[in-house]
RNA sequence: GCCCGAGUGGCGGAAUUGGUAUACGCGUUCGACUUAAAAUCGAAUGGAAUCUUCCAUAUGGGUUCAAGUCCCAUCUCGGGCACCA
């Protein structure tokens, strides 16, 4: 006999694979299959970014269980879409340019190459055909497609907004890279730079992002944190007149602030504008704007992480005073970083007898402090500041009224005043998707000589990246993508709006790229048409495939998978989607540790790199299962190299079963004489439940045990085909190689309950609910209760235990357990 | 601080609807084969004992005939959010 050697059936069945590629998802070359009425199912993992450094055991983990389901799925005849594709654009390959000279367009190539080969290694079940990547034209022209789709909507527009600046590098940073208010780089001040960037509209959905989340088959992890990121809150938009120091009334000038505590406005005191908040600068006296443009000035300069950490409140008084439209009391405005420009109105009433961070406001600055809940006795809230329900004191006709119906009181009321209404608040702010990079989707518009946007015409797509020799940004505060002298100008047609006639007009190009991930958002949809070249996915193909049945992945709980869905409903209100999710299941796997339960990374040394599995004799087979076996498929786990040879060993077993050797004693004694029927139809009923429920884990297990159980009692043809079918989802070369030997096709084995059925069960005896005892009995004696108690009383361990008498007998048909209470 | 999730042998973990706790794998020990080792095959393996009984699912209570599972409180770890009015 041959021994196991996965090197070389797996490159046998690779080679079988790459020739006949029978992984397509659609009939020759097509988009669709041939047989529309077989159910289908779509899978993909979130695509990867492919990385210099080639796979990694994350990357193995993540894939194997899109391929164990797309295995199954094939197996059980369904139409199965798995395709593949790379999320190219980025920063690794950009700092990779500016350091070797090398072009990404050049090593995003090369990482491809070598990424598609190590998948190929592996075995997975991809449809090649539609491969793609999100920084070739013919991708990201489609990309471009749907910025002008959003444009054309309004979803897509510019507007001034601070962004950390780095004087001495000339670069934009994200507010990650800005430590202590200096560059992360160099060390210098960084300054907030105010810059017109690029939005996408998405609080638009914000609504319907939200309440979409409950019919949703995603973890409950992630649907709690993309509801907290949308952050609804219902409350009360009120105005507050202004009267300025030494003026009687300063007009129509007014000051809106949100809360969600409307009940609480006879208790507000006074009231903080955040320090951006435009209305400042008007509301300062002679004596009071040296101190507030100092504050303001410094506030500007602290990151936003610099504001939380410091909760310190600081602040400084306007010099003016606002009329409380509730109690018609003139109450100070004072400027505080506590308040958030970004939210709400940027400015709030505060009532510190009810708000903490009020409270320690009022406290600093010996503002005054007005109660108006009364404290339930009972309450264990904090002495000095309460925010629980009560009843409303100090709050004229309103006194007595509960607050939880006041809130909803007191909003009406404010609402016939003519100074309040309804509101409702997100934290969720737009989608900023301006990037001052070069290898990113250029964003395709371009600017008329006064500044004006005009979108480039759809036939004029894509807006290639131009090639660039340095890919550094300059001083210009602008993408490198502006040293391309000849690719900044672009002939725009217009149209005159009154005389209707057409000219021609010079314009230059955007050198902003979008944000990554808007060309993420919506490569789900090009899979089902990958090489449609008159839209970003065709109609039929999209409505047979579509939407993801399941997607998984190990990151991007919130971005990603928001504007995913941000963009499905967009494109389903267009009329380009049927459908309103895009995304159906959601796996969200754990990440692979190494074997000192750490985080593998390079600078630790402690890599295990998937590669050096396959090589080192193990074979693609064994990491792919023992990935699937290492533990639950969410849950984080560490790499144990013993577990590893665990799992070959199984394997190992496999084979010999299959191909003779010295596979337990046992067979030669009873081979043929006993039954397997049983456990046969059993393993086929656990595996087939447990991928069902994404239990990889124990679906692995139970196929050890069915072995392990055929190396005691001998292996039947029929339970070798049974193995080989159902291990190959987690082992699809050996599996192939088992099946040719059998001359068996993979169809998906199905169990019969009848052979689950045993003549005799195991009745379980309990006193108390301990187990006393354990009868064996005929099946038909459970429809006995009474037998079986006599039976069981008869047992002298359960005599023992109830010397003093039995009070009752309780007995559970399907647990096969009879439990006798006894008496003291 | 707030919101989730988790805590089970020496280790990774199983127990799907409240019903036999510890499946499967690793490790360890013993045995077979071998001159020997590796590989392979077989057996044992939660702890303690008075040897078939007690104690064990982070800790302390509770509900129940019955709790790893449900409820309350506490501790530890992981993740997310974090002055969002």
């Not at 070389?8 to 069945?13: D, P, S, V």
């Not at 598609?116 to 471009?144: C, H, M, V």
């Not at 969720?428 to 008329?448: E, K, T, V």
């Amino acid at each position: 006999m041959d021994r196991y050697n996965p090197q070389k059936i797996e490159q046998k069945w690779q080679k079988i694979w790459e020739e006949t590629q029978p992984f397509s998802a659609g009939a020759d070359g097509k988009d669709l299959p041939k047989d529309q009425n077989t159910p289908k199912v779509f899978l993909a993992e979130m695509f990867p970014y492919p990385s210099g450094a080639g796979l990694h055991v994350g990357h193995v983990r993540n894939f194997t269980i899109v391929d164990v389901l797309a295995r199954f799925y094939r197996q059980q005849e369904m139409n199965v879409l798995r395709p593949f594709g790379y999320d190219t654009f980025g920063l690794p390959a950009e700092n990779y340019a500016i350091k070797t000279g090398i072009s990404p367009q050049e090593a995003t190539a090369t990482n491809i190459k070598n990424f598609r080969k190590q998948l190929k290694r592996l075995g997975f079940a991809i449809d090649w055909s539609r491969e793609i990547n999100t920084s070739d034209p013919e991708y990201y022209r489609w990309t471009q497609w749907c910025f002008l789709q959003l444009y054309k909507k309004g979803l897509a527009y510019r507007k001034e907004s601070y962004q950390w600046w780095c004087p001495v590098d000339q670069t934009v940073l994200a507010n990650e890279q800005v430590e202590n208010g200096h560059c992360w780089r160099c060390g210098s001040e960084v300054e907030k730079k105010k810059m017109k960037q690029w939005f996408f509209k998405i609080t638009d959905y914000a609504d319907e992002l939200l309440s979409d989340i409950d019919q949703l088959d995603w973890p409950d992890k992630i649907k709690t944190m993309q509801r907290n990121w949308i952050g609804r809150s219902d409350g009360a938009e009120i105005e507050f007149e202004i009267i300025s120091e030494g003026e009687e009334s300063a007009g129509d000038f007014k000051i809106k602030v949100f809360t969600t505590r409307p009940d609480t406005i006879f208790g507000a005191t006074f009231l903080v504008l955040a320090p951006e908040h435009p209305a400042v600068s008007k509301l300062v006296t002679d004596e009071t704007r040296e101190k507030v443009d100092a504050y303001r000035t410094d506030a500007l300069k602290k990151s936003e992480i610099e504001r939380q950490e410091n909760k310190e409140k600081t602040g400084v008084f306007t010099g003016s005073y606002a009329i409380n439209p509730a109690t018609g009391e003139k109450i100070p405005i004072w400027v505080s970083d506590y308040v958030l420009m970004g939210y709400g109105e940027g400015a709030i009433m505060a009532v510190p007898a009810h708000d903490e961070r009020d409270f320690e406001f009022a406290s600093k600055f010996d503002l005054p402090v007005k109660q108006v809940i009364e404290k339930p006795d009972n309450s264990t809230d904090g002495e000095q500041c309460y925010h629980g329900e009560g009843k409303l004191v100090n709050s004229g006709h309103f006194d007595d009224t509960d607050t939880s119906d006041a809130r909803e009181v007191v909003t009406a009321w404010l609402e016939e005043q003519g100074v309040g209404k309804q509101k409702v608040t997100y934290k969720m702010r737009d989608w900023l998707i301006s990037r001052q990079r070069y290898w990113g989707c250029p964003i395709p518009i371009a600017y008329d000589k006064d500044g004006n946007e005009y979108p480039i015409p759809e036939d004029q797509l894509p807006v290639l990246i131009p090639e660039v020799e340095d890919y550094k940004p300059d001083n210009s505060g602008r993408s490198a993508l502006a040293k391309a002298k000849d690719w900044l100008k672009v002939d725009i047609e217009v149209k005159d709006e009154k005389t209707g006639k057409t000219h021609t007009e010079t314009m230059t190009r955007e050198t902003d790229t979008l944000d990554g991930y808007a060309c993420s958002s919506w490569y789900l949809w090009r899979y089902a048409s990958p090489h449609d070249n008159q839209h970003a996915w065709s109609e039929d193909a999209i409505k047979y495939w579509a939407p993801t049945d399941v997607y998984v992945g190990a990151d991007h709980a919130v971005a990603h998978l928001l504007y995913i869905r941000f963009w499905c409903k967009f494109f389903a209100d267009q009329g380009y989607l049927p459908f309103r999710e895009p995304i159906k299941t959601l796996l969200y796997n754990g990440y692979i540790n190494a074997p000192d339960g750490k985080k593998m990374s390079k600078s630790k040394g402690n890599v295990i790199d998937p590669l050096d599995i396959i090589d080192e004799g193990y074979g693609a087979d064994t990491l792919r299962t023992y990935e699937m076996f290492i533990g639950p498929y969410d849950l984080d786990a560490a790499w144990d190299p013993k577990s590893v040879g665990g799992v070959y060993r199984f394997l190992n077993r496999c084979w010999t079963l299959c191909f003779g050797g010295s596979a337990g004693t046992g067979s030669k004694k009873q081979a043929e004489s006993i039954p397997t029927l049983a456990i046969r139809h059993k393993t086929i009923k656990k595996v087939t439940e447990d991928i069902h429920r994404h239990s990889f884990n124990t679906a692995v297990a139970s196929l050890m045990e069915y072995v392990n159980e055929l190396y005691k009692i001998g292996a039947k043809t029929e339970d070798l085909i049974t193995l080989a079918k159902l291990l190959k989802p987690f082992a699809p070369h050996l599996a192939s190689e088992m099946l040719e030997k059998l001359e068996s096709d993979d169809i998906w084995p199905t169990w019969d309950e009848k052979y689950l059925k045993k003549d005799t069960i195991e009745l379980i005896v309990q006193v108390n609910g301990k187990l006393r005892a354990k009868l064996s009995v005929p099946v038909e004696a459970l429809e006995d209760q009474a037998k079986l108690e006599e039976l069981a009383k008869g047992e002298p361990n359960v005599q023992k235990f109830t010397k003093n008498g039995i009070k009752k007998i309780i007995f559970v048909k399907k647990a096969k357990l009879l439990n006798i209470v006894a008496a003291k």
